[in-house]
C-alpha cells in the first residue's frame, strides 16, 4: 500500500466533492447511497462498531485500519474527520488501487 498515493487519491475525491462524511454518512449507509466506506485507525471502538456494523448489514465494503484520523483531516483540510463514504465507481477504483 503507498500511502501517499491513497491520500491524495482520496483528497482528489473529496475536491471533487464525491465524498460524504460524519453524521451524514450512517444516513448515507442506510440508504445504500455510498459503495465504500473508509474508518480511520483510531477512531473510537464504540464509533468504529457501529459503522462497520451497519456497513455488514448492508452489504458495503468498507477498511479499517489504513490512515489515521490526523491523515484523514489533513487530506481534508478539516477537523476531525473519522469515517468517509465514496460513492463514485471511478473514485473507489482509484482508491483501491492504492490499497
Known amino acids: 500500500m503507498n500511502k501517499s498515493k491513497l491520500l491524495n487519491a482520496i483528497g482528489m475525491c473529496y475536491a471533487a466533492n464525491k465524498i460524504i462524511k460524519g453524521e451524514q454518512l450512517l444516513d ?44 484523514m483531516t489533513t487530506s481534508f483540510a478539516n477537523k476531525n474527520v473519522v469515517a468517509l463514504g465514496v460513492n463514485d465507481p471511478n473514485f473507489i477504483k482509484l482508491i483501491k488501487s492504492n490499497i
Open 28 to 71: 448515507a449507509i442506510k440508504k445504500n447511497k455510498v459503495k465504500l466506506v473508509i474508518l480511520s485507525s483510531n477512531m473510537g471502538s464504540s464509533q468504529k462498531k457501529k459503522f462497520i456494523d451497519k456497513c455488514t448489514f448492508y452489504n458495503i465494503e468498507y477498511y479499517t485500519n489504513l490512515i489515521t484520523v490526523e491523515e
